[in-house]
């Protein structure tokens, strides 16, 4: 076989540094497992039942691409509520991980420049040259703050959007007020996206997380049931942001994803009835 059959794509992509890392772990007496978020508790009763009722009841099918209508309702009131935007819609997706590869594939196009602080989710890179852009990275050390002076610095003409995570993965690191409304004066002025990654926004134990969104209608804001609910295997996320965005994510669902899986929407509309206090607080 003389043909590279592998795509030019996926030649941007390196796990090798990934599995060395597993290779010495498995090597080691009862090494301490940083490498995932995995929560320490278990699904909550409540969702495990609600998940098992659907099964039962026949919704193993496929949903309508945005999601099922009971779940959106619930996720769009509690948007609009506290965002109160005329122009901001809800998608479900398969993990809030797919929610970003639509998010890129919506909005990036080749030699675009995408913004992401350092240290960062791994994914971010990746996928950002996956869709053919370039990762520019900013740098927090050493205490994980954001400094807007040098996120300004790393804007050039080519410059797309801002991904924030905040708390961040992997610090942990909340964002401030401050530091929010910094980052939002800055994308306006240069008319530039904001994505904020809030998968672990109940995790927040010295203040509340402070959406840009609040701030910047053009944020698009990627969540999801992981987390907060332990549910990392039943890949449920959602987005929210300006509806021409979110309609092309929607879209590119249909040929992709297709739809979140349906019995794992039943459930997530049960979880976000569940107090999770005593699991944030452990």
């Known amino acids: 076989m003389n043909r590279n059959w592998i795509s030019q794509r996926s030649a941007c992509l390196d796990s090798s540094g990934i599995r ?14 940083l490498s995932i978020g995995q929560p320490d508790f278990d699904v909550p009763a409540p969702v495990q039942e609600a998940a098992i009722a659907a099964i039962r009841a026949g919704k193993n099918g496929y949903s309508v691409t945005q999601g099922i209508p009971e779940l959106r ?12 935007h005329a122009d901001r819609k809800v998608l479900i997706t398969s993990g809030t991980t797919g929610g970003l590869v639509l998010f ?7 030699g675009d420049e995408v913004i992401v ?3 960062y989710f791994v994914m971010y890179e990746a996928l950002v040259e996956l869709v053919g852009g370039r990762c520019v990275l900013v740098d927090t050390y050493p205490d994980f703050r954001i400094d807007v002076n040098r996120v300004a610095a790393a804007v050039s003409a080519k410059t797309k959007m801002i991904v924030l995570g905040t708390p961040a993965n992997p610090t942990g690191a909340l964002a401030s007020k401050q530091e929010v409304r910094d980052l939002v004066d800055l994308a306006a002025r240069h ?8 998968l672990y926004g109940v995790f927040c134990y010295d203040s509340p997380l402070v959406s840009p969104a609040s701030y910047h209608e053009p944020c698009v804001v990627l969540d999801g049931f992981s987390k907060t609910y332990g549910m990392t295997g039943w890949r449920l996320g959602f987005a929210h942001g300006p509806a021409r965005i979110i309609e092309t994510m929607t879209m590119l669902q249909q040929y992709t994803f297709v739809c979140a899986p349906q019995p794992a929407q039943w459930a997530g509309l049960a979880a976000l009835e569940v107090d999770m206090s005593a699991e944030v607080a452990a």
Not at 104 to 110: F, G, K, Q, S
Not at 191 to 198: A, H, K, Q, T
Request: aromatic share 6%.
């Open 20 to 33: 060395r890392v597993f290779d010495l772990a498995a090597k080691m007496s009862n090494p301490i497992d």
């Open 73 to 84: 309702a619930v996720l769009q009131a509690r948007v609009d509520a506290k965002f109160r």
């Open 104 to 110: 890129l594939l919506a909005t990036v196009n080749p």
């Open 117 to 119: 602080f350092d240290p």
């Open 191 to 198: 008319d530039l996206l904001l994505v904020s990654d809030e």
